[in-house]
């Protein structure tokens, strides 16, 4: 009888063997793997901007903060999501709330207007939020 092993303590009976096939379990596993590690990069999409170099070091990242990105021509965008001037303010005071402890990225094209991106700055100090940060391109030697 296939699928079965002979018992030692009784002659002539079978017991059938319970065994669970995982090949198909690990075919799905490495299939998934594939695919995540291929798909893993591409979620990394922002806004494309060209950041200024400088020497300054990198600083250590806890958490994912909240980015600000200005453009070249002057565009906002808060995360990947473009907004106007205007409605910065009462977006970061929905996020934040009373005040944010969390440290937040402003990035600005290295072209983009200064003033911009002091106004920028400025509306993100009056929402509440205390821990600025520019951010910048490691210099390359």
Not at 47 to 65: K, M
Not at 114 to 128: E, H, P
């Amino acid at each position: 009888m296939a699928g079965s092993v002979a018992n030692k303590g009784t002659r002539g009976r079978w017991k059938p063997q319970a065994e669970i096939n995982v090949t198909p379990f690990v075919d799905v596993m490495l299939v998934l793997l594939i695919v995540f590690m291929i798909t893993a990069p591409l979620l990394t999409v922002g806004v494309e901007v060209e950041l200024p170099e400088t020497e300054a070091s990198s600083l250590p990242a806890d958490e994912e903060p909240l980015t600000i990105t200005v453009g070249l021509n002057g565009e906002i965008f808060l995360q990947e999501t473009e907004i106007e001037i205007e409605q910065l303010i009462p977006r970061l005071e929905a996020i934040a709330g009373a005040g944010y402890e969390g440290r937040i990225f402003i990035r600005a094209d290295e072209n983009a207007n200064y003033g911009t991106v002091a106004r920028v700055m400025a509306r993100v100090s009056n929402a509440g939020y205390t821990n600025l940060g520019l951010v910048h391109q490691p210099l390359n030697d």
